[in-house]
């Protein structure tokens, strides 16, 4: 039988209404408890512990509805019902998590990074948040690259090639085994005609990618550039006689760019010219080396001096090997001749 003037069956019934989530019938029950014994210690608990029960079922509808806009990539939205837990359940690490993710999520992430930082000020122990807070780093320090980058870019297209340098090494500063940061500064260097520095950040680029083929093409093309004025001012000078001259430019341009066929070639006719004759055949041989087909006729002109040094069986064997590279080259017809001659002697 029921006893309701008993304070302990209101307790009790409370309890059990406060487990189901009834609060309002549980806050009666307590109160009418209270009334038959004011100083019931219980009931004074029971409410205190209603209290806590209610905030935390008022923050569960926020989280709940904060975890819906997130999943919609409401994030705005999830960020507002996360502050309305966190106002409620201020303690709770896992709530700082999440909004932390909601930040991070809608590219906030200097509030991104103070959740994640509450979070484990809260539970030192929370890996999730830890890790979180580690991946987040790398991604504030990609965006600051990417921005440095992107800054680095505008001066050197707006021709402020200094403030493009100095924009490119702060960003080298913070990822210093990036390929692509050191391609771009060398491509700012170049633009400002500081070549040894360009050629210098394409080497970098190509030691930390050695497959990329952009680098390696780039440090030719810079290196043609280089050595473009000393190829002109050698033709210049051979036209004009000045073989002692030309010569000095052609080796000038090949101590930059030592494997240019075409430069060997020239070199070679500038040696022939000069008399230099055992070193316009090393010259023609390594231009023909470097590249047979275009240079074949590196061998005729070899066959030429020794044809000319009466050094007939040399002669004919380069006569042979332009041949053998070139058999509709301009000068195969009068190979063949004077092979045929030669062969008479």
Do not use: C, W
């Not at 209603?50 to 904060?66: C, N, R």
């Amino acid at each position: 039988m029921r006893t309701p003037l008993v304070p302990e069956n209101h307790i009790g019934l409370a309890q059990s209404l406060q487990k189901k989530g009834d609060f309002v019938a549980a806050e009666e029950e307590y109160n009418q408890a209270l009334k038959l014994d004011p100083n019931n210690a219980a009931a004074v608990q029971g409410l205190e512990l209603l209290k806590t029960d209610k905030l935390k079922a008022t923050a569960s509808v926020h989280i709940e509805q904060a975890l819906k806009y997130q999943s919609e990539r409401k994030f705005d939205e999830a960020i507002k019902e996360y502050v309305k837990a966190i106002e409620i359940a201020s303690q709770d690490t896992q709530l700082h998590y999440n909004i932390g993710t909601a930040f991070q999520a809608s590219g906030d992430l200097e509030h991104a990074e103070k959740a994640y930082r509450k979070a484990l000020k809260l539970d030192k122990d929370n890996e999730k948040a830890q890790i979180a807070l580690n991946n987040l780093k790398k991604e504030i320090e990609n965006k600051k690259i990417q921005g440095l980058a992107s800054r680095a870019l505008e001066l050197q297209n707006s021709e402020n090639y200094d403030g493009a340098i100095t924009t490119y090494l702060a960003a080298i500063s913070l990822s210093p085994q990036d390929p692509q940061l050191y391609y771009n500064l060398g491509t700012a260097y170049q633009a400002a005609k500081k070549y040894d520095e360009a050629i210098a950040n394409y080497q970098k680029a190509l030691e930390l990618d050695k497959e990329n083929k952009t680098f390696s093409v780039a440090i030719k093309l810079v290196k043609e550039e280089v050595v473009r004025p000393f190829i002109n001012s050698a033709i210049q000078k051979q036209t004009t006689n000045d073989i002692l001259g030309a010569i000095t430019d052609y080796k000038k341009a090949l101590d930059v760019l030592p494997d240019d066929a075409q430069t060997l070639f020239n070199l070679a006719t500038a040696y022939q010219s000069a008399k230099q004759l055992d070193n316009a055949i090393k010259a023609y041989l390594d231009a023909a080396k470097l590249d047979p087909s275009s240079q074949a006729d590196s061998y005729f002109f070899v066959a030429a001096i020794y044809e000319e040094r009466k050094n007939n069986e040399f002669a004919i064997k380069y006569y042979n090997e332009y041949l053998n590279h070139a058999p509709k080259g301009s000068y195969a017809k009068e190979a063949k001749d004077l092979i045929n001659y030669l062969k008479t002697l």
